[in-house]
């Protein structure tokens, strides 16, 4: 390790420290903007803030070259109850940094902006490198990355920086969360009744129970359905008219949001409403030179099954960072310091074999 990474390096250890003590629940990251715009301002790198989005150009910014977009979010979900830590107060203790939003992003984050710090003044790149450090990924809020892309050049591939244990997520599932409705015909609960909701509902969750979609992604395996919340009725002597359900459906690559609706609503015995359609599946070629650039490094690639700001890009993504997705929304949350420390590296090395 240089001793220009080595500096990046412990600069970065110290911000996620600073991140870490500044509480970023997703739309309330005031704070965790502030702590990274003073960043941009020791290293003397030009920046703008939408909102509490950070996002910074490489020095020799070329509008004829393509761009390439490192991204990852300074917002956290909230403490779990089980925290027996301080989950605002780092520390570190046999080499891991906790705290909460250590592992989700906050290695990632502070990863790929010493990356970008460390590339900033190069010239002669192939791509130009555009940062954003995104507010609202936990809550695929209205002001996170998706509302960077209306006023960004376009983009033409990127990197999201999650907790991936630096290996290649080549692929990311996308989400549809559909609200259900399953009906019957309300009565008093003393009197027969041959068309009871919540026993309707019986028949339901066994068919989503047994549902598949036949088509099987090759890095991603098959779509995931779930129901996962269920609710009716009010009083015990009251047979309700309806029981409402929430139905997880993890979309792989082989389908579009819309086409899983559209087979959901034909399919399925009860009534399905989408929340939303914009969450899709993300992917990159394993043929795309910066994922050949990953491999060259020993780097394997996979599948993630897990969510992320990739579902707001239509250009080619790949998912890599420090950390371990299973670490992610635990109790007493942390990184290794050691993961940063390859982190930055590794992404180093990586661009090194893409851009120059």
């Known amino acids: 390790m240089t001793t220009e990474i080595s500096t990046l390096c412990n600069e970065a250890i110290a911000l996620l ?39 910074a150009f490489n020095k020799h910014y070329d509008e004829n070259k393509p761009n390439l977009l490192l991204n990852s979010h300074h917002d956290t979900v909230k403490p779990n109850t089980a925290y027996t830590r301080e989950p605002f107060q780092p520390a570190i203790e046999e080499g891991k940094l906790y705290g909460l939003g250590s592992n989700d992003a906050g290695g990632a984050l502070v990863s790929l902006i010493a990356t970008f710090t460390h590339f900033y003044e190069k010239e002669n790149l192939s791509h130009n490198l555009i940062i954003v450090a995104s507010a609202e990924e ?45 009906s019957g015909t309300p009565s008093h609960a003393a009197h027969p009744n041959a068309d009871n909701a919540i026993y309707n509902c019986i028949d339901v969750l066994s068919w989503f129970k047994d549902f598949h979609f036949p088509k099987v992604s090759e890095v991603l395996g098959a779509v995931k359905l779930t129901v996962t919340q269920i609710n009716g009725g009010s009083q015990h002597n009251v047979v309700p008219a309806e029981v409402n359900l929430v139905v997880d459906v993890r979309v792989n690559d082989c389908y579009t949001n819309q086409e899983i609706v ?95």
């Open 138 to 182: 936990e809550s695929s809020g209205p002001d996170g990355l998706n509302s960077m892309l209306k006023i960004l050049p376009n983009i033409d591939v990127a990197i999201v920086g999650e907790p991936t244990l630096m290996q290649l997520a080549i692929a990311e599932k996308g989400l549809v969360v559909f609200d259900g409705k399953v």
């Open 17 to 55: 420290k600073d991140l870490i003590a500044t509480p970023s629940f997703s739309s309330e990251e005031d704070g965790t903007a502030l702590v990274l715009e003073q960043w941009f301002k020791n290293h003397q790198i030009p920046f703008k803030r939408k909102k509490n989005n950070i996002y």
């Open 262 to 356: 559209s087979i959901l609503e034909d399919q399925a015995p009860c009534k399905l409403i989408p929340r939303s359609l914009h969450l899709n599946s993300s992917s990159i070629p394993k043929e795309h030179p910066l994922v050949k650039s990953g491999l060259a490094l020993g780097r394997s690639t996979y599948g993630s099954p897990t969510l992320s700001d990739q579902a707001a890009l239509s250009c080619s993504s790949l998912k890599l960072g420090p950390g371990d997705s299973t670490r992610s929304h635990s109790a007493d949350e942390y990184i290794y310091v050691s993961e940063i420390e390859e982190g930055i590296e590794l992404y180093i090395k990586l661009l090194d074999g893409f851009l120059l």
